[in-house]
Every structure is written in structure tokens, then in C-alpha cells.
């Protein structure tokens, strides 16, 4: 099969690692890619939908798989679909599941999808009199795409109240935040869980965890996520079986009842309080660096996974994973996630080992050497029968490449290993 990846991120570069196992894979394609995917495939510059299409019709293409809800919000799908091309990836109308946080809300209010209580207005009247009836701390969210940083945890109604006010002015995220939502605060422990959907078929993969603060203990700013484990030892079959019967079930109908039948990654931000599921959030992707250590448990050839998936033929698989742990730190650079960091020259000073591996994300090629390019640069992933193994193979990789500035944290997977 020849196989376009769409995106340049850590959770591209997991994806096509898998993808490299599969010995159905003849060649990869990136579009755009980024400073070390092109040892894996080959790297495409365009960015022009339609002109894609035609590239992947030009070349043969069998599949193309899309990483980042940007290209989903904007349509990619569709457009792919339209040229009778195999894509998966949910359709314009579908990524309005992560393209609008309000879409989002009323759609689980809609279908009694457990969440939590909310209002979503662009009156700043609404707004301070839904604020009034909360306790403290409350959560003010922009409606649109901010890149993971719309979300303020207000520890006061006071400080709530200016956090809506600077959104709806446009102050604080431009457009994005002109409508906005407001939430009750939801005390309990976050898992990621994600679901292959085919429309009417799904397929749940290992729970993970993600560390989404800057620091250890979870402290500091919120970042697009610092580290992540799978599978988490914070689940059971019965939050399992409520995902799927509260949560996945009334969604794939929900969305297929109102027009925008969910094909691609479901992937429920889920809040556990008193054991019982509740979705903060929904995104139409694999979570990044989710995607980084649930891609190395996958089993079943990747390639497999998601041309059924994009086929309609779910039901066809049967889906099987390592009996093993995986543990992704991701090292950071120096500025992250304040500002953009100098471009900065990776050493790597021993080969990577069977139980671990590097997932390159912001990372530019200049003279055949891969430089630091700011933002989030790689993520150091171990493998092991332990979740513990695991880590220690993770954290032993870091000590075996670096950079100028390089950051990460120290406690990945803490809560499993508590
Ligand atoms: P979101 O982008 O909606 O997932 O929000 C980003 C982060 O803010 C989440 O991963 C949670 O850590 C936190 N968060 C969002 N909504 C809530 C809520 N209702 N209660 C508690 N924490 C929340
Ligand atoms: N790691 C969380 C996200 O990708 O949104």
C-alpha cells in the first residue's frame, strides 16, 4: 500500500512508525512532514486540499490518514471523498465535535451524554448571571480552536467573570472566544480514550493518561501535553462499559441521526468523579502524545486499522494489542509554552533500543543534521511488560539525545505508579 499521512507532529511520526511494521506499507508520504519524517517517507508540500487529491490520485495513494483537526475543520475529507479517494479522518461536519466547543456541549446535552453542567452564550449578561449560581472554581472555555489554551480554570467568580469578559471583547483569543462556554468545575482523575469509528462500527483502544501541565505535580501552565502512558491501570470494564454504552453508542447515533455520520478517531477527554464518566471534552484526532504510546502496543497491522476504519468494514477486524506498557516523555524546548525557542542542533549520543524509541515532532533539517524547532521537539518513548519498565526505558532514552534549552518532566505516569 502507499499511505499519506497528513500532519507533521509527534503523533504523524508514531503513526507512520506503525505503519513502517505493517509489511502491507510499500511507501509513506507526509504532507507537509517535518525534519526527520522524511527518513521514514517522503515529504510533500502542498497545502492546497484539491491539490492534494490530485497528488494522491497522480501517485496511487491507497489510503491517506489525517493527523490534526485543522485540516479536518477545514475539510480535507471531504474534499478526498468528493475525488473518490480512501481517507480517514471525519468529514467537515463531524470535526464540528472539536471545532466548536459549544457545538460540542449542546450536542451532549442533546443526546443526555453525561458532561458537565454548563451555559454556552455571547453575553457577558448570560454570562456573570450562569457564574452566579456556581461555586467556585468554574471553567470558562472559548468556543473556537485555540490550540488547546482556550480553557481557563477561574479560581473565583470574580476571576471568571473577567475571564469571560476578555474573551467575549476578543481580547484574550480573537474570534475564537466571541462565543463562550462556562462550566461547573469537575473534581476527579482525566483519562484519554479513543475510539476508531467507522460510521457505524468502533473499535476502543487502551485508555491512556496524558500530563498536561508544564511541571511536575502538575503544576505550571497548561501545555498541548507533556507526557503520556497507555494503558492506564485507571480504568476497569465497568468505566469501559459506561464509555461505551453513555458515551460512544448515543454518540456515532447522535451524529449519523443529525446528518454527519462519525468516521475517524473519537477521542473522549473523560473526567472519572466517583467513578462515573463524564466528557470534559471531545477532539476528532488521536491526542498528541497519546497517539506516541498507544501506536507501538498496536497489534493488529496499522495499515489494517484504519483502511477498514475509512472503508466502513470495522466489523470486519479483530483488534489486538500487545500485552505490554508504554510510557512517552516529551522534551520540550527551551520557551515552551511562552514563546518560540532559537532552532537548536540534536545530539544523539547512543542508537535508540528495542524497548525504546524517539517520536520526532518539532524538528527542522538543516544541512543533514535534525535541529530543535521550538514548541514540543520529540518525545522519548519506552516500551515494557511494566508500566514501570516502561518508564525507566522512557526516561533512560533521554539521557541519550539532546538539546539547548531541553525540558521535560520527571514524573510521567505517576498516577499509575502512586
Ligand atoms: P479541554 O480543552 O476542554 O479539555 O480543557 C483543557 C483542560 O482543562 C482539561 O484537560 C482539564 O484538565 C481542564 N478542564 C476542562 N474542563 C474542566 C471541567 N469542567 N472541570 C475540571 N477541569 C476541566
Ligand atoms: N494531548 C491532548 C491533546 O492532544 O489534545
Avoid: W
Avoid at 109 to 134: C, G, M, V, W
Avoid at 379 to 404: H, M, P, Q, W
Amino acid at each position: 500500500m502507499k499511505i499519506l499521512i497528513i500532519g507533521g507532529g509527534g503523533r504523524e511520526y508514531a503513526i507512520a512508525l506503525a505503519l513502517k511494521r505493517d509489511k502491507n506499507v510499500k511507501n509513506l508520504y507526509f504532507a507537509p512532514g517535518n525534519g526527520a519524517t522524511d527518513k521514514l517517507g517522503v515529504n510533500i508540500d502542498i497545502k492546497d486540499y484539491e491539490e492534494l487529491a490530485g497528488f494522491a490520485k497522480k501517485e496511487g495513494i491507497d489510503l491517506t490518514i489525517v493527523g490534526p483537526e485543522a485540516p479536518l475543520v477545514e475539510g480535507i475529507t471531504d474534499v478526498f471523498k468528493r475525488h473518490n479517494l480512501v481517507i480517514f479522518g471525519v468529514s467537515k461536519d463531524a470535526a464540528k465535535l472539536e471545532g466548536s466547543k459549544a457545538f460540542m456541549k449542546d450536542f451532549l446535552s442533546r443526546h443526555n451524554i453525561p458532561t458537565a453542567k454548563y451555559i454556552q452564550t455571547s453575553s457577558i449578561e448570560k454570562a456573570e448571571d450562569f457564574i452566579d449560581t456556581l461555586t467556585a472554581p468554574i471553567v470558562v472555555k472559548a468556543d473556537g480552536l485555540c490550540a488547546g489554551k482556550g480553557v481557563i480554570i477561574a479560581k473565583s467568580k470574580e476571576e471568571a467573570k473577567e475571564a469571560a469578559s476578555a474573551m467575549l471583547s476578543g481580547e484574550s483569543f480573537g474570534s475564537a472566544g466571541k462565543n463562550i462556554v462556562i462550566e461547573e468545575f469537575l473534581d476527579g482523575y482525566e483519562l484519554s480514550i479513543f475510539a476508531i469509528c467507522d460510521g457505524e462500527n468502533y473499535k476502543i483502544l487502551p485508555a491512556a493518561q496524558d500530563h498536561k501541565r508544564l511541571l511536575d505535580n502538575d503544576e505550571g501552565p497548561n501545555t498541548g501535553g507533556m507526557g503520556a502512558y497507555a494503558p492506564t491501570p485507571l480504568v476497569n470494564d465497568d468505566i469501559y462499559a459506561q464509555v461505551e454504552e453513555f458515551v460512544i453508542k448515543p454518540t456515532l447515533k447522535g451524529m449519523k441521526e443529525e446528518g454527519a455520520q462519525y468516521s475517524g478517531v473519537l477521542f473522549i477527554g473523560a473526567m472519572i468523579v466517583n467513578k462515573k464518566v463524564y466528557v470534559l471534552e471531545y477532539n476528532v484526532r488521536f491526542g498528541d502524545p497519546e497517539c506516541e504510546v498507544i501506536m507501538p502496543l498496536l497489534e493488529t497491522p496499522a495499515s489494517e486499522l484504519f483502511y477498514k476504519a475509512a472503508t466502513g468494514r470495522l466489523n470486519e477486524l479483530d483488534l489486538k494489542f500487545k500485552d505490554e506498557f508504554a510510557v512517552g516523555v516529551v522534551v520540550a524546548s527551551e520557551n515552551y509554552p511562552y514563546k518560540s525557542s532559537e532552532p537548536k542542533i540534536i545530539n544523539i549520543y547512543d542508537k535508540e533500543s528495542v524497548y525504546s524509541h524517539v517520536a520526532y515532532a518539532g524538528v527542522c533539517k538543516k544541512e543533514n543534521a535534525i535541529y530543535a524547532n521550538g514548541g514540543r521537539v520529540l518525545v522519548c518513548v519506552g516500551t515494557g511488560k511494566s508500566i514501570k519498565e516502561a518508564r525507566d526505558n522512557a526516561y533512560d532514552l533521554t539521557k541519550k539525545i539532546s538539546f539547548e534549552g531541553a525540558k521535560f518532566r520527571n514524573d510521567i505516569a505517576y498516577q499509575a505508579l502512586k
